[in-house]
C-alpha cells in the first residue's frame, strides 16, 4: 500500500491560483501512475488529471485544460496540480491517488487507481 497526503488547498478568489502537492510513501513512488480527482458537494468523485511514471504522458479532464498542470518529482516522491485560473465552479475536496500500473491507457477511472489520500479542500469564491 501507498500512504498519500495531499496538501496546499485554501480559499482563492476567482482567477487565481493553487498548487496542491501530494506527498508519497510506501509501495515504490516513481514506478507509479498519478492520478487527482475531485468531489463537489452532492457529486460524484470525478477525473480531474493523470500523469504517468515518469511524466512522459499526461491526461486532463476537458472542464480544466489549459489552466491545470499535473507534474511529479520521483526524486521526492511528490506529485503536484499547478491551478491556474481557477473558476467558483472548481470548488471540491481535491483526492491525489496512485496505481499499481506505470501507464494507464485509455480514460483514466478510478478503477484504475488503489490508494488515496484524505484530500484537501479548495473553494473559489467569486
Known amino acids: 500500500q501507498v500512504q498519500l497526503v495531499e496538501s496546499g488547498g485554501g480559499l482563492v478568489l476567482a482567477g487565481g491560483s493553487l498548487r496542491l502537492s501530494c506527498a508519497a510513501s510506501g509501495r515504490t513512488f516513481s514506478s507509479s501512475a498519478m492520478g487527482w480527482f475531485r468531489q463537489a458537494p452532492g457529486k460524484e468523485r470525478e477525473f480531474v488529471a493523470y500523469i504517468n511514471w515518469n511524466g512522459a504522458h499526461t491526461t486532463y479532464v476537458d472542464s480544466v485544460k489549459g489552466r491545470f498542470t499535473v507534474s511529479r518529482d520521483n526524486a521526492k516522491n511528490t506529485a503536484y496540480l499547478q491551478m491556474n485560473s481557477l473558476k467558483p465552479e472548481d470548488t471540491a475536496v481535491y483526492y491525489c491517488?496512485?496505481?499499481?500500473?506505470?501507464?494507464?491507457?485509455?480514460?483514466?477511472?478510478?478503477?484504475?487507481?488503489?490508494?488515496w489520500g484524505q484530500g484537501t479542500q479548495v473553494t473559489v469564491s467569486s
Open positions: 491517488t496512485t496505481s499499481r500500473s506505470g501507464t494507464i491507457v485509455g480514460a483514466p477511472l478510478k478503477a484504475n487507481f488503489d490508494s
